[in-house]
């Protein structure tokens, strides 16, 4: 989830800034002030971030390959990637969730991941966790979902889906997102 500065309020700091260095007679003025300067930063961003609306060919091989290579249905991974980073790559989450796959640091490591930023490392240690938790819970794809999403931990904790909202409508958009790109709709 982006969050986008408010532009009106840091353009009144920045010129209340200015007009007490004006009195203080400090600091000469930047030569570009600093709203343009984030501004314009916030532009490069937003195209940047325009670039993963959708996966990449390369990506979208990838998932196919690395899904296959785990026994996983591509779809199912694309799901989870739509899910946890909209497609982004560079995804961080306010937890330190990193990357397409939103990986934890602890559960990049154990999945042999050194850069979770790579996307492609990033997919590979996603799709394995994935594999494992829906082996380890007999393939049911809720509770490796909710295993994906809170932990496994928590799943043996509350014998089944943890009473998080957070993890319930995580386990139902996947869902949705599984089925419709299953029928080839997205």
Not at 57 to 86: C, F, H, P, R, T
Request: glycine share 8%; proline share 6%.
């Amino acid at each position: 989830m982006r969050i986008c500065p408010d532009f009106d309020r840091i353009k009144n700091i920045d010129n209340r800034i200015n007009e007490i260095r004006k009195k203080l007679g400090e600091y000469p003025k930047p030569q570009k002030p600093f709203i343009e300067v984030l501004s314009e930063a916030e532009h490069v961003e937003a195209s940047r971030d325009a670039n993963y609306d959708g996966a990449n060919y390369a990506l979208e091989e990838a998932i196919k390959a690395i899904s296959a290579k785990w026994g996983l249905d591509s779809s199912l991974v694309k799901a989870v990637i739509q899910a946890e980073s909209g497609g982004n790559p560079k995804a961080v989450s306010f937890k330190g969730a990193m990357g397409l796959m939103q990986l934890m640091p602890t559960t990049a490591k154990e999945m042999g991941v050194e850069d979770p930023m790579d996307p492609f490392q990033n997919l590979e240690g996603g799709a394995r966790y994935l594999a494992y938790l829906l082996k380890k819970y007999h393939n049911d794809i809720d509770l490796a979902l909710a295993a994906y999403n809170a932990g496994p931990t928590r799943v043996d904790l509350y014998e089944g889906v943890p009473p998080f909202k957070e993890t319930a409508k995580f386990v139902g958009n996947v869902k949705a997102l599984y089925e419709r790109f299953k029928n080839g709709d997205g």
